[in-house]
């Protein structure tokens, strides 16, 4: 499970890249072990641990910490345990088979490996390298793109995960020309967001506007008449998709 971004939907990717992963691992033993211990010793990696990247990763080898949110064996058979695991990016797997090895007292490895999902997007969502040339292929040639649009996501969906913002349509491009958002310029908004939290600013149809840092929580927002809302952090929206409905203030006007 590997989400691809193409063109401006880069810039959204590292959201995702860099959130919460879910993997398949089999591990093998080196010598048989009763089910019940292997359970015991993979629960001691529930939480945040530390960890030495392997040497053969592609990052420096420091001790770092990372969190783990869940281990479940799924299948044991003789020496080889099928588990699921949910954890933190930049998690090793088979850092956690080997260490779990040791643990037991009988060494242990990585057989294989298989990401099951990033962050909001599984594998139901997945489609194989083979279809999406299938579909290329038929556009270019036949000049149908019905298939590629059953395999391509709009940006938005990258950022489905995230507390929204809902905007008035006068507030839009203010905000892509780089404007903090006021109170007065939301339509709407979720419930639970905290000060510091990133939202996902969105227009009335839903496009993605941009990403900024709630500057006051959601009940604040609700109960105010002015202030500002939210910071943007990133724009994504070219201006003049909307009308401008703001001013700049001339030289010497006063605030």
Known sequence: MLPVALAS?????GLVMHSVKEYIALMELHREVPRERVEEVLRKFVGKIYQRPP?????????RVREVYEIEILEMEGRHVLFRVRCQSGTYIRKICHDAGLI???????????????AHFREEH???LQEVSEALYIWRELGDESFLRKILFPAEVIVAYLPKV??????????????QLAVPGIARLHEGIAKGDLVAIFTLKGEL????????????IMSSER?????????????GRYPRMWRRKKQGEKS
């Open 126 to 128: 997945a489609v194989r």
């Open 104 to 118: 037991l007292g009988v060494e242990a490895h990585m057989r294989e490996l298989r990401r099951i999902a990033t």
């Open 9 to 13: 939907s880069t810039k959204l990717i």
């Open 209 to 220: 506007v941009a990403l900024g840092r709630a500057q006051m929580s959601s009940e604040e």
């Open 166 to 179: 809902v905007v008035k349509d006068g507030a839009v491009d203010a905000i892509a020309h780089g404007a």
């Open 227 to 239: 202030g500002i809302a939210v910071a943007p952090t990133r724009v994504f929206m070219e201006p």
């Open 55 to 63: 040497l053969r990763s592609s990052v420096k080898r420091t001790l």
